[in-house]
C-alpha cells in the first residue's frame, strides 16, 4: 500500500501542488523518489520534483476510500490524566471510532485553563492524525473541544444507540447489542479514572435510545474500558473487511 501524507488543503485531480513543511520532510525522510506514487489526503498523486524548496506532486486519481468503518461510533471520553487520554485517542482511531469528543464530569481529575485546552485539543489532533495515516484510514478523525458534561448530554440526540460503560451496572453489553443490532450511529460514553456519579448516570439514561451496560464483573481502567467496548462494537456492527487490495498502487 501506499503511504499516506495529509496536508491541510483540498487537492483535486489534475491540480500539481508542491508540498512544504513537515510532511515535505517526512516524504524525504521517507526516500521517496520523483515518478513514485503516494497518498495524498484522499488522492493518489505522483511526485514530479523534489527539491529544498518541498516537493511537487500531482494528483493523478481518486483513492477507493478505505478504512472507513461502516458504522459510526462517536466516543464521548472523560478527560483522563494526559498520557491515557493520548493512548485512547491513537488507539480508538485504530479501532475505527469516527469522533472523539472528550468531556468534564464530577470526578475528572485533570484541570486545564483556556490555553492549556486549546494547546491539548491541537496535540490530540495531531496525535489522531497520525493514528490514521498509520493505520491506512483514509479520514482523519476530528478530536472536538472539550464540552462539559451538561453540554455533552445536549449531544446526545440523534444516535440510534447511546451506551455509558458504568462500572456499577449489571445490564449485559451483549443483551443490549442484540436488541440494537441494527444501530448505524452509536454514540458511547466512558468515564473518568475516577468513574461516574449515580445521578450522572441516571441524567444520561434520560435521553432517548441510551442504554446503560457492564463490561464485566471487574473494574477496568479507564482506557481499557474504552478500548474494549469499542473492539466489541466493530466486531458487532461493523461490515467491513479489509479492503487494502483494491487500492494497492504498483
Ligand atoms: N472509580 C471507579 C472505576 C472507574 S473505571 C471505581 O474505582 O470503582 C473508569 C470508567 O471505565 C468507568 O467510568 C466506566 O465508564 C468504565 N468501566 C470500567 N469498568 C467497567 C465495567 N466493568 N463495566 C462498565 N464500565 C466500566
Known sequence: MARRFFIEKDIKVGEEIEITGEEAKHIMVLRHNIGEKILINDKICEIKNISKQGIEVEAIEEEKKIGIPSVNITLFQALLKSDKLEFVIQK????????????????VIVK???????????????????????????????VENIISFNAMLEELQG????????????????????????????????????????????????????????????????????????????????????????????
Request: with cysteine.
Open 112 to 142: 486545564l485553563n483556556d490555553s492549556d485546552k486549546i494547546k491539548k485539543i491541537d496535540r490530540w489532533n495531531k496525535i489522531s492524525k497520525e493514528a490514521s495515516k498509520q493505520c491506512g484510514r483514509s479520514d482523519i478523525v476530528l
Open 92 to 107: 480508538a482511531v485504530e479501532l475505527g471510532v469516527c469522533k472523539i469528543k472528550p468531556f468534564i464530569s464530577k470526578n
Open 159 to 250: 444516535y440510534d444507540l447511546v451506551l455509558i460503560a458504568y462500572e456499577n451496572e449489571v445490564q449485559s453489553l451483549k443483551e443490549v447489542i442484540q436488541k440494537n443490532i441494527n444501530a448505524k450511529n452509536i454514540a458511547i460514553i466512558i468515564g473518568a479514572e475516577g468513574g461516574f456519579e449515580k445521578d450522572e448516570v441516571l441524567e444520561i439514561l434520560k435521553q432517548e435510545n441510551a442504554k446503560s451496560v457492564s463490561l464485566g464483573s471487574r473494574i477496568l481502567r479507564a482506557e481499557t474500558a474504552s478500548l474494549n467496548l469499542i473492539s466489541i462494537l466493530m466486531y458487532e456492527f461493523d461490515g467491513g473487511t479489509s479492503n487494502f487490495a483494491h487500492n494497492m498502487i504498483k
